[in-house]
């Protein structure tokens, strides 16, 4: 049973606009959440993370929004560029510095 | 800082062979992390070490995985026997407290 969900494997967007990537979760224990980006060859790296006492934390051309009732969280990417292009996971923890549960990942591609 | 350091980087080996795969954490780090990634399965924690001890096994897959951590600055994954199933990526992560956690570039593990 998949506790983190990113329904959509792959997104294209074109450069300039806004990418928006999707996660679901089902644990009602999740308090914090947070996003990584993957290039090939490399591990995740960090990119932004956002509380349950939060719904929307931003970082330049990072926004995350979370919507506890929902249980989705949303990373808005703006204006998108082709750097940005690679593989964008969701994780969700009980609480921060925790075990991480990831999503399967979605692939963003930005094109010029 | 030479970020989080595995080795090797690929490794081929043959059904029923040992495989240990190695981890250095970022100095001051107090928790590691082994994460294991396929297309099936996507990224999933295997274990987790506090302070160098285990806190939650509950991830690895079968007795034919360990993991040790002797000291705060060196830990193993250790496969026996491996079997072809066992091909993946394999990601260690460090954190600090309630720090996001920080990944290394992975081993690329093919059991023949």
């Known amino acids: 049973d998949q506790q983190v969900k990113q329904n959509s494997p792959s997104l294209s967007v074109q450069e300039g606009r806004i990418s928006i990537l999707n996660c679901d979760y089902t644990n009602s224990m999740f308090d914090y959440f947070l996003w990584y980006k993957k290039y090939p060859a490399e591990g995740p790296t960090f990119l932004i993370s956002?509380?349950?006492?939060?719904d929307k934390n931003e970082d330049g051309r990072f926004t995350v929004f979370l919507n506890k009732s929902a249980k989705h969280l949303s990373l808005h990417i703006v204006p998108s560029q082709p750097g940005d292009s690679a593989v964008y996971f969701c994780?969700?923890?009980?609480?921060?510095?925790?075990?991480?549960?990831f999503g399967g990942g979605t692939r963003l591609m930005v094109k010029p | 800082d030479a970020g989080v350091i595995q080795s090797p980087r690929h490794e081929v080996t043959e059904m029923g062979q040992e495989v240990t795969l190695r981890c250095k954490p970022i100095?001051?780090?107090?928790?590691l992390f082994w994460y294991r990634q396929t297309m099936m399965r996507g990224l999933e924690l295997l274990i987790y070490?506090?302070?160098?001890?285990?806190?939650?096994d509950s991830g690895m897959p079968e007795d034919r995985f360990s993991a040790k951590m002797p000291n705060a600055s060196f830990s193993t994954l250790k496969i026996q026997p491996s079997e072809p199933r066992d091909s993946a990526v394999y990601f260690c992560?460090?954190?600090?407290?309630?720090?996001?956690?920080?990944f290394g570039p992975g081993t690329r593990l093919t059991v023949l």
């Open positions: 100095s001051g780090h107090n928790s």
């Open positions: 994780a969700a923890s009980p609480n921060a510095g925790n075990m991480l549960t």
């Open positions: 070490f506090n302070n160098n001890v285990p806190i939650d």
């Open positions: 992560a460090s954190s600090l407290s309630s720090d996001e956690q920080f």
């Open positions: 956002i509380s349950s006492i939060k």
